[in-house]
């Protein structure tokens, strides 16, 4: 749970020096964003020479002073913080100059810092100047220099964060988001101080040019507001979906959790923030409201801004514990509802309940358009009852067909299965099979095992279509904890978790085995049926992995036995070169264990595609031989082809003496060109979770 | 004074502790492969990761069945991606061997997890 993490001492002690850090770049960037965008403008529009612009302009300087003392001050505390914990030594230890000095030399960390503390000197010397002239008067340049470093200094940070995967262009994109979120928020929250300020220094609102900067700033602010507002969100949302991704990832992971406290505070700043923008500005702008009035809005308005600082502050807090904690994207997310939606329920019903669905979409998609024109309308004539009845109608418009998408949830529905879909998993998966599930479920896996007769209710056929649209963790949970009302037991207190995953491998090679009943010789229309992968080892050579030729060739993976295949293994021994120039890489694994030492010494020495026994590979690519209907195969296997394909798909099958088929070389290599003529496909996702 | 003395303690417990450590970068893949046999030494191992990686602070040492490091001790990242580590090996007679491997990402975040793999002639 990401309380008990937060409370963690390391966890926490680094979370708030972050979030330390990022309020004083913030208000360091945010002082100069305040002067540059309101503080000149309304000196310009009051009259540059009065007196109090030239006090506002002394207090922002000295607020930027403040930011830059303290974000050099929290700099050096998350230095010292972060150094400590990457080269593994307490906070004592890790003060040693040796320790520092490495740490800022060597890493990624280190140089950022190095940059940043150059642009914290020039800074310096850029606020030592202007804090001496600007009693005298305004300097846009020094200013604007001024802000250009506080941006870069605050930019920066996004350089120390998550995003930073040095990516490429892609990487780039995340980096250039990331900093204009930072940008962004800086802007707007660390210019709310001043604003407090210019607030606060309004007595007598008659005449006072202290009430005119007031709300000219306050205008002005009302526009900055907006615009970082809008960026923040929509940098924000970039943000969260490179960095959590999912649904499941956004309230199943701790990264998750912090994120949706930091969205709630992030809610109610705009909901004060409305407040002044919508209430507060206007009462203030307009004519016909007393001076008296004015005061006490001004006293609204400045308990307000105090507020959104505090609000500010809490968010910065969260942000520290996020960016201090592992993005969601690369954990097990925790479903914490009982059901989820699936909306595959529409696409794959049938035809009398897809017309009955047509009506639920029509009367849904009527109340949706409905709550839209109320929404709209409410923001033409400032009418909030209509615009929350609005959003109650779209809620209830996407309620209607969302119903019928309810389907039942387990807290793994969501995991991704941590072991890689290869042939050893997948072998351990079919022992662990046998044993344990083959008895009610069958040999291979049709629900029609030896004990299902006897059973109440008849064990689910584990190879229909139907069966294996339930996710990966649907059937992690229910190899764990049994299926309720069900003779199904449960296995999680017998097998320990990487075999229960073992098993939800092996149940996907199985039904991918009934689905490639159908492949022949022929390459035939695409079906996503991943070839399982193999570490291979060709004789003298590395290991290499079937999934690391993805994206470069297509394979011919053959399993061959001695001395059946003798003919095969030297036709295809001679015609390699030429298979290989039309795109095929071969690869020869023997069915039996001791084949080398029955192979013949020059068939052995000149093929370079034979490759070491591997008996888990053998296991599992005999399963895709064809699985002749209610019955077992009889004829021992001793010799099966595979094509695969570029992208890792298995795409057609040959057996000596099916047909012709490939014992015909021309034939084969039409199989590759029509491969060679598909356009690239993207290979399968990493199923397993990294 | 109590006080005093109870600021002097959270001091010391502050000192004596060390930074966050939280998983972060995975790995995708390795050469060889986790729990594979191998025909014959392997070269080298190598690790491919998530993210990229900070080398001076990442380390990978490969063990024999007795315990004993076989490795050379040479982990360095690979030149042209940061992503990836690599460490050199001696030719290793047959036997089981673990890889164990402790990284720093440049987000500063550490991970480390090991696998094990078999040399047969």
Known sequence: MWVQQIVEPSFFLSAVARACHYASTLLLFG?????????????????????????????????????????LFTGAVLFWITAAGVSGKSLANALAPQVLGDFLVKTNFGQVWQLRLAI?????????????????????VGEALGGGLAAVLLASLALVGHSNDRLGTAGGFRLGVDMLHLLAAGAWLGSLPGLAYVLTRVDDP???????IARDAVERFSTLGIVCVAVILLTGI?????????????????????????????????????????????QLASSDRSGAYKQEVIGRLRRNTIAEIVVGLAILGAVGALVAAAPAAGEQPDWPFPYQLDMTVFATANLSLKKGF???FLKAGVLALAGVLAIAWSFYHRAWGRFVAGFVAIGIAAAIPARYALIEAYPTSFYRSPIAYDTASIARGRLLYFQN?????????YGDGPAAAALPVTPADLTSGHFFHHGEGVLFWWISN??????????GDRLDENRRWDLVNFLRAQADVEQANVMTYLVQPFQPIVAPDIAFQLHGRDQETLSGLRGKTNVLLIFYSVPDSLTRIETLGAARPSLEAAGLRMIAIPMENDTEVLLPEDLAAQSTFLAEPDPDAVATYTLFRRVPSGGENSSPLRHIEFLIDRAGYLRARWIPGERKGWSDLAMLQRQIDELM???????????HLH | MPKIKLAVLAFIGLLSMTGAALAHAHLRRSEPVGGSTVHGSPPEVKLWFSEALEPAYSAIKVAGADGEEVDKGDTSADPADAKILRISLPPLRPGTYTVTWQITSVDTHKTEGKFTFKVVP
């Not at chain 1, 009065?50 to 002073?65: G, T, V, W, Y």
């Not at chain 1, 914290?120 to 846009?140: D, Q």
């Not at chain 1, 008659?206 to 005119?212: G, L």
């Not at chain 1, 049994?482 to 296995?491: D, E, H, I, L, S």
């Open chain 1, 31 to 71: 002082t100069f964003a305040f002067a540059i965008a309101i503080a000149r403008p309304t000196a310009n529009a009051v009259g540059n020479s009065a007196d109090e612009c030239r006090i506002l302009r002394q207090f922002l300087l000295r607020s930027a002073l403040a930011g830059l003392i303290a974000a």
């Open chain 1, 120 to 140: 914290a000197a020039l800074l310096a010397i850029a606020l030592m100047i202007l804090l001496h002239r600007s009693a005298a008067k305004e300097s846009p």
């Open chain 1, 206 to 212: 008659k005449s006072s040019i202290r009430f005119r």
């Open chain 1, 238 to 282: 970039a943000n969260s979906w490179f960095l959590v991704g999912s649904v499941p990832a956004l309230v199943g992971t701790d990264y998750g959790h912090i994120l949706l406290v930091k969205l709630a505070l992030f809610l109610l700043l705009l909901t004060l923030a409305a407040f002044n923008r919508q209430r507060y500005a206007p």
């Open chain 1, 358 to 360: 047509g009506i639920i």
């Open chain 1, 437 to 445: 599930c083959a008895i009610c479920h069958g040999p291979h896996g």
């Open chain 1, 482 to 491: 049994g299926v309720k009302n069900t003779p199904m037991p449960a296995f």
């Open chain 1, 677 to 687: 003529h598909e356009p690239l496909r993207r290979p399968p996702p990493e199923n």
